[in-house]
């Protein structure tokens, strides 16, 4: 089955830079979204259509893919940016999402 | 606003059935295919199905196939999952999720609070 591969944890100081990979087979096209998912909350879309941030997310996301590796970068990481992050694919008409990644922002 | 508020959890027994319901507002609910998402306590998540605007359209996860279905009454701007022969590994929360468009390969939008569904004797 299709899977898309995220690692466990990532840290961050505050102010640093981000980055959480996402990895899978054809990812080298549009369909893949990254998701933020705070402590018991539901997850909200961060970014869509690989680069694409919808309305009220904070420029200081963004994403991109090279490969078949796709990269969701936080720039000046805020205490709130701390949150588990999901990137979500399709295979053929399957969704998938990767495993999930812990960002701490020590 | 977009607003998706699930109903239908709690607890049933391994074998038995149970039914999640979604009222969705805020948007034109026929205009969009809709999904429900699953996580399990402490894990990720897992896209368990969707369906397009038409109802003529439908995908089950390979891990809930002829176990669950999908529908959806536009009249009613509400999405359904009949849960069937649910087992422990059925435990998660349950989450109504918005496609942004009529068909299935989008993105998801618009995600409700979730409905937590418990299997265990």
């Known amino acids: 089955s299709y899977e898309l591969t995220q690692p466990p944890s990532v840290s961050v100081s505050p102010g640093q830079t981000a980055t959480v990979t996402c990895s899978g087979k054809?990812?080298?096209?549009?369909?893949v979204s990254w998701y933020q998912q705070k402590p018991g909350q539901s997850p909200v879309l961060l970014i869509h259509?690989?680069?694409e941030r919808p309305s009220g997310i904070p420029e200081r996301f963004s994403a991109s893919i090279s490969g078949n590796t796709a990269t969701l970068t936080i720039t000046e990481t805020q205490a709130m940016d701390e949150a588990d992050y999901f990137c979500?694919?399709?295979?053929?008409?399957?969704?998938?999402f990767g495993g999930g990644t812990k960002l701490t922002v020590l | 606003e977009v607003f998706l508020v699930e109903s239908g959890g709690g607890l049933v027994q391994p074998g038995r059935s149970l039914r999640l319901s979604c009222a969705a507002s805020g948007f034109t609910f026929d205009d969009y295919a809709m999904n429900w998402v699953r996580q399990a306590p402490g894990k990720g998540l897992e896209w368990v199905s969707g369906?397009?605007?038409?109802?003529?359209?439908?995908v089950y996860a390979d891990s809930v196939k002829g176990r669950f279905t999908i529908s959806r009454d536009n009249a009613k701007k509400s999405l359904y999952l009949q849960m069937n022969s649910l087992r422990p590994d059925d435990t998660a929360v349950y989450y109504c999720v918005k496609s942004s468009g009529f068909y299935l390969v989008d993105w998801f939008d618009s995600w409700g609070q979730g409905t937590l569904v418990t299997v265990s004797s």
């Open positions: 259509g690989v680069t």
């Open positions: 979500q694919a399709w295979d053929g008409n399957t969704a998938v």
């Open positions: 369906i397009i605007w038409t109802s003529d359209y439908i």
């Open positions: 054809t990812l080298t096209n549009n369909h």
